[in-house]
């Protein structure tokens, strides 16, 4: 046999143990799917006969087809390296995020294939298409990032304010590289950062990109050996776990020994996304708790200990929580830097059209048409309100509609989205339902909802397929549970719910007057108006979002919740006006929502105002709020955050 024989026979065998090792990692994946979903998979892929001609199966009948085969087929067809990327990219579409993070893992994808497949994310020009894809926003927009010494309190008081105070809050500009930089601090300590901002301003987006950054080797590389990223969402499933199952949980099988990871923990970085999404109070955790790696702890403990430094004492955090959270948080935490997230500036909106769109031609058109609605170009700001836009959009040209949105307000944006692009109406009986659902997670705390909790509100297997294929809800597969793809939309449909005075766990308990003390109930009193929930909630009872409702529902609705929820926010601003005088943009931003001209014209009657806007939306707000100011003498406007290049201070003597 000659050389060259010879050459090409270890070649063979090698190609042919590789193909095999791609085929068992492969199958092993697909067993983690549920039999209707291994179904879904089958019919996403582009070959659906991929494994018709070996068993006889059809499409319909996947059932018939085990793991192991259809890893076979697809290795046979594709090869072993396209057998994986197909895979993974089917996984994403379906929204199997855990799945997706476990396959990451895999040796296969440490090496060669991991590398080829993030070369292909960076090469994408348009961003995925869902944003229930755990690796949307791939190349993300830059974000407006707010370094201050002290988080500001989101609120702003009249008079009893000194300029200084006012400057003091503005704080600093700063970039992502800067999150763990020498300028963020002076103190010796290992930085815990705390990522901040409204709801659906892109928080979770940037821990996620930090994480992703550092895998490919442009962010903290030099800083950081290990970065660990957990969503708390999740681990709230968890009741015990060891700091080792922790890091096993998000890492698989590391390279390294947990003991030789953890032996130098200044290298380390733990990012805890969503930590306020945890219904747990953390002085109930006892500081002295010190617990080692490989010891089973309550989940609470592990991360309070974290949190408190009290293990792991010299490694860094990064933590993203709602800024409403943060009254909550402050006071256990080691040492904390506040960073808020404020959004995309308007030129970055404009690069997030050119980015979701792959056609220029069609994000200019859909950009300009947004620039003709003011107001709805300010709330583009928010990624989430940037990614419902696109999408609207995106439909109207599909369907070669002219390119129009209407909407003023957040909520008018989601009653579009849900009910004139997603049409969820299609959902029937069962939509009021599944509000109810939405409704029971936001009283208990509640982001992971079960078959049973679903069947509790007479929805089935086929209504759970209807609300993935939508993409209003994302699967969990281990165990098998679902979330809504955004912590917003679960808050949209609760408030929804409160809107049609519907039962709450199964109770009679309430109704069209009553069931606004249920939301004080879960928020109390105090943050009532700073929570999505009630935001939605006011613009739902808008003149307009309730002739939406009843077009949706079919039935009328009494305008007597819309009277008593003003009424309770009547006797808020009332009340704090006699303590120092706070007027929350939470509170203005439900009167923005609502819409209700008369109510403003008789509620404010102060003449001396000092505020700082940090954002446009807030300026949105302000403009809104300060047309109905009647008596108002003397303003002072300070500009901060987005405005901080051209910062100015703005006086009026009226």
């Known amino acids: 046999m000659s050389a060259a024989d010879m050459a090409s026979g270890t070649d063979t065998a090698s190609a042919a143990k590789m193909a095999h090792g791609a085929q068992q990692?492969?199958?092993?994946?697909?067993?983690?799917?549920?039999?209707?979903?291994?179904?879904?998979?089958?019919?996403?892929?582009?070959?659906?006969?991929?494994?018709?001609?070996?068993?006889?199966?059809?499409?319909?009948?996947?059932?018939?087809?085990?793991?192991?085969?259809?890893?076979?087929?697809?290795?046979?067809?594709?090869?072993?390296q396209q057998a994986w990327d197909l895979a993974l990219q089917t996984w994403e579409q379906m929204g199997l995020s855990e799945l997706c993070a476990r396959a990451w893992k895999e040796p296969a994808m440490k090496s060669g294939i991991k590398e080829k497949y993030q070369n292909q994310r960076r090469e994408r020009s348009c961003l995925t298409q869902s944003w229930r894809n755990e690796y949307l926003h791939q190349k993300f927009t830059q974000l407006l990032l707010l370094h201050r010494s002290q988080p500001r309190g989101y609120d702003f008081r009249l008079r009893r304010r000194r300029n200084h105070e006012v400057a003091d809050e503005q704080g600093h500009l700063m970039e992502i590289g800067d999150l763990f930089g020498q300028g963020l601090s002076t103190q010796k300590q290992p930085p815990t950062v705390v990522v901040?901002?409204?709801?659906?301003?892109?928080?979770?987006?940037?821990?996620?990109?930090?994480?992703?950054?550092?895998?490919?080797?442009?962010?903290?590389?030099?800083?950081?050996?290990h970065v660990f990223y957990f969503n708390c969402r999740e681990l709230a499933q968890s009741e015990t776990m060891s700091l080792a199952e922790l890091i096993t949980k998000d890492w698989g099988t590391p390279d390294a020994s947990i003991g030789q990871i953890l032996s130098q923990p200044e290298q380390l970085l733990f990012i805890l996304d969503n930590l306020d999404e945890l219904k747990w109070d953390l002085k109930e955790q006892r500081s002295e708790l010190c617990p080692h790696w490989s010891q089973q702890q309550q989940v609470h403990t592990l991360l309070g200990s974290l949190l408190k430094k009290t293990l792991l004492p010299t490694a860094s955090l990064l933590i993203t929580a709602r800024i409403t959270a943060l009254r909550r948080l402050k006071t256990y935490l080691k040492h904390p830097h506040w960073v808020e997230v404020l959004g995309f500036s308007e030129s970055a909106r404009k690069e997030y059209f050119f980015q979701y769109f792959t056609d220029e031609i069609q994000a200019s058109r859909a950009f300009t048409s947004v620039e003709s609605n003011p107001a709805l170009l300010t709330m583009c700001l928010m990624p989430l309100v940037s990614w419902l836009v696109c999408t609207c959009l995106k439909q109207q040209m599909e369907q070669e509609q002219p390119l129009s949105l209407t909407s003023k307000t957040t909520t008018a944006l989601c009653l579009h989205y849900f009910f004139h692009v997603l049409q969820a109406q299609s959902l029937g009986t069962k939509l009021k339902g599944f509000c109810s659902l939405a409704a029971e997670g936001i009283c208990q705390g509640k982001t992971l909802f079960s078959p049973e909790d679903f069947r509790k509100y007479w929805l089935d297997g086929a209504n759970i397929s209807t609300l993935l294929n939508m993409g209003v809800i994302q699967e969990h597969p281990t165990p098998q549970s679902y979330s809504f793809i955004h912590l917003c939309f679960q808050e949209f449909f609760a408030a929804m719910s409160y809107a049609l005075c519907s039962t709450v766990l199964k109770s009679d308990r309430f109704n069209n007057i009553k069931f606004i003390t249920d939301l004080t109930d879960v928020y109390d009193r105090h943050d009532l108006f700073v929570e999505p929930t009630t935001c939605f909630l006011f613009g739902l009872l808008s003149d307009q979002g309730m002739r939406e409702m009843e077009s949706i529902f079919k039935r009328s609705l009494s305008r007597k919740s819309h009277s008593y929820l003003l009424q309770l926010a009547k006797s808020e601003v009332l009340e704090n006006h006699l303590s120092l005088d706070p007027y929350s943009w939470h509170l203005l931003h439900c009167f923005y929502e609502i819409q209700d001209k008369n109510f403003m014209k008789n509620i404010f009657t102060f003449n001396d105002m000092r505020i700082c806007v940090q954002t446009e939306m807030e300026l949105l707000l302000f403009t809104f709020f300060f047309t109905f100011c009647h008596d108002i003498k003397r303003l002072q406007l300070n500009a901060g955050g987005q405005h901080r290049q051209a910062e100015w201070t703005y006086s009026v003597f009226l």
């Open 25 to 80: 990692r492969l199958a092993r994946m697909l067993e983690y799917m549920s039999k209707e979903q291994l179904r879904e998979f089958l019919l996403r892929l582009p070959d659906k006969d991929l494994c018709q001609h070996s068993t006889g199966a059809t499409p319909a009948q996947p059932e018939e087809v085990g793991c192991m085969e259809v890893a076979s087929c697809l290795v046979a067809r594709y090869g072993g």
């Open 196 to 225: 901040h901002g409204v709801a659906g301003i892109g928080k979770s987006t940037l821990a996620r990109q930090v994480r992703r950054a550092w895998e490919e080797g442009w962010l903290f590389k030099d800083r950081f050996k």
